[in-house]
């Protein structure tokens, strides 16, 4: 009954911002570390950024100084702060939940596109 859902991608020009906002319901949101992948086409799956439920973060090297993570646990919702977004950002972003290191709960993504 866990669901994920995504919000806030859209098509800026380089340079621009976004956030991005992930709700999680039918969870102990608070004890669980989440996550942002993306997903370019013809390209792997990868990483973005990761929060645990200490509110340490890690992040990609190629988003580190660019992207921030945090989380709002009285929400249940976990955030991506975009900026100073570059073409090579265009991905499909996705949010998920780790309950364990066997079962992750995802969301539908959501299009993030970077052009002039």
């Known amino acids: 009954q866990v669901q994920v859902v995504e919000s806030g991608g859209g098509l800026v020009q380089p340079g621009g911002s976004l956030r991005l906002s992930c709700v999680v319901s039918?969870?102990?949101?608070?004890?669980?570390?989440l996550g942002w992948y993306r997903q370019a086409p013809g390209k792997q799956r990868e990483l973005v950024a990761g929060i645990t439920a200490s509110g340490n973060t890690n992040y990609a090297d190629s988003v580190k100084g660019r992207f921030t993570i945090s989380r709002d646990n009285s929400k249940n919702t976990v955030y991506l702060q975009m900026n100073n977004l570059k073409p090579e950002d265009t991905a499909v972003y996705y949010c998920?939940?780790?309950?364990?290191?066997?079962?992750?709960?995802w969301g539908r993504g959501t299009q993030v596109t970077v052009s002039s």
């Open positions: 998920t939940l780790r309950k364990s290191s066997s079962l992750n709960f």
């Open positions: 039918g969870s102990i949101f608070s004890i669980y570390t």
